[in-house]
C-alpha cells in the first residue's frame, strides 16, 4: 500500500543530490513509464532531479525509487539502473577515485567525501584476516522500504571499481539490511557473489588485494584540485545544515560501531578536533552534549520498538554494557529503561538540563 504524501515529511530531513532518483527516472523514460505522478507522490520534481542542484530529501529519493519498482512491477529495479547507468553521472565521487591511485585510496575519497552527494551513508573501512569490509551505515534506521537504493549502490559500485581498474572481479560476500522473499537466484547472478539479507547493516567483504590495484587513470593533479573542490563542498554542507545537525547525522550512523570519538569524527568532517569543539561552542553546544542527546533520544524511540532487548539498545547506542546504558538513562529521564518500557512516552523525555 503507497503510503500518503505527508508521510514523507514526518522523517527527519536528510538532505542528498538525488543522483539514485535521477537515474530511475531516465530508466523509466526509457522504458516507456510515466514518472511524473511517481515523483508527485515522493514529493519530488524533474526539476529538482535534473536541474537544480540544490538536491533533495533522502526520503523523498527512497519513496521514488521504491514507487517505482511498484509501478514498473520489476522487484529488481535498483539492480536494473545501476547495471545501464553511465558512471560518470555519479561525480564527483566517481573522478576522485578514478583519479586515485590504488583502490585503497578510492576508497579513503569516498569514505571522506561521501557527504557530498548524500548525507545519510557513512562507509566504514575495516581489515580482517585477508579480507577489506566495507560498512555502509544509515544515518537513520527507516521505516521506509530502502531496498532498490541499497542495491543500487551495490552494484554501481563494484562495476565502479571493475571499471576504474579494468578487472573484472566481485565481492567475496555481501550483506544488506533489508529483507527480501523472492528473486534470489537473479540477485546472485547479478552480484555475483553471496548474498545475505535481513542482517545488521550493509556490509560488502573484498580479498584485501583487491586493495592494492592500481587505478588506471590515476591523476594527482587532477586528484590536487578535486580533494580542493570535494573539500569546499563539506564546508558548504557544514554551513547550510549548521555543524551540530552534521555531527549528529554522522554519529547516527557510527553510534553501534562505538567509534564516537571526537577525533574520530572531526577527521571524517575533514576537520581538527580543536575546530571541531570551537564551531560547536559558537553554536552554543559541546561534542559531548550532542552525542548525549542524541542516544537519549534514540533510546526513547527503541524503547518504543518492544521486539528490541535492552542489550540490544545499548548496543545499537554504542555502550559495551548495559549498566552504562542504564546508568545513562536515568541520568537523562530520572527512570530505568525497563521500568520506562511501560511508561507514557511522554514521561520518558529527557530532563531539563541545569
Excluded at 209 to 227: A, K, N, V
Aim: neutral net charge.
Amino acid at each position: 500500500m503507497r503510503a500518503r504524501q505527508s508521510d514523507i515529511s514526518q522523517f527527519p530531513f536528510l538532505w542528498t543530490r538525488g543522483i539514485a532518483a535521477r537515474e530511475t527516472l531516465y530508466f523509466l523514460d526509457r522504458n516507456g513509464f510515466d514518472g511524473e505522478p511517481l515523483l508527485s507522490e515522493a514529493e519530488l520534481s524533474r526539476s529538482q532531479l535534473t536541474q537544480d542542484p540544490g538536491g533533495v530529501s533522502v526520503a523523498s529519493q527512497h519513496r521514488f525509487l521504491e514507487l517505482a519498482a511498484i509501478e514498473t512491477n520489476n522487484s529488481l529495479l535498483g539492480l536494473q539502473v545501476a547495471a545501464e547507468m553511465d558512471l560518470r553521472d555519479i561525480g564527483l565521487l566517481y573522478y576522485l577515485a578514478a583519479s586515485s591511485t590504488t583502490v585503497a585510496e578510492a576508497l579513503e575519497h569516498l569514505q571522506r567525501y561521501a557527504a557530498t552527494i548524500n548525507e545519510e551513508i557513512r562507509l566504514e573501512i575495516s581489515e580482517q584476516k585477508d579480507e577489506s569490509l566495507l560498512t555502509f551505515r544509515r544515518v537513520l534506521t527507516h521505516d521506509a522500504p530502502v531496498r532498490q537504493h541499497s542495491e543500487l549502490i551495490a552494484l554501481a559500485f563494484n562495476r565502479a571499481l571493475c571499471k576504474l581498474t579494468n578487472r573484472d572481479f566481485a565481492p567475496s560476500r555481501m550483506t544488506f539490511a533489508h529483507t527480501r522473499n523472492s528473486g534470489f537466484r537473479e540477485i546472485h547472478r547479478i552480484l555475483r557473489c553471496p548474498v545475505e539479507f535481513g542482517q545488521i547493516t550493509d556490509c560488502w567483504v573484498l580479498p584485501r588485494s583487491i586493495m592494492d590495484l592500481r587505478i588506471i587513470s590515476e591523476d594527482r593533479h587532477l586528484l590536487q584540485i578535486l580533494e580542493v573542490h570535494g573539500d569546499d563542498l563539506l564546508s558548504e554542507r557544514r554551513s547550510a545544515a549548521g555543524l551540530r545537525s552534521v555531527v549528529e547525522n554522522h554519529l547516527h550512523g557510527v553510534l553501534a560501531s562505538g567509534n564516537v570519538q571526537a577525533a574520530n569524527v572531526a577527521k571524517q568532517l575533514g576537520m581538527s578536533v580543536r575546530s571541531l569543539r570551537r564551531h560547536l561552542a559558537q553554536e552554543g553546544t559541546s561534542f559531548g552534549d550532542v552525542l548525549d542527546g542524541l542516544r537519549n533520544r534514540l533510546a526513547v524511540r527503541y524503547l518504543e520498538d518492544q521486539p528490541i532487548s535492552l542489550q540490544q539498545i545499548a548496543w545499537l547506542l554504542g555502550y559495551s554494557e548495559v549498566g552504562a546504558f542504564n546508568h545513562a538513562f536515568k541520568r537523562w529521564t530520572g527512570t530505568s529503561p525497563s521500568r520506562a518500557r511501560n511508561l507514557p512516552a511522554s514521561r520518558t523525555k529527557e530532563k531539563p538540563r541545569p
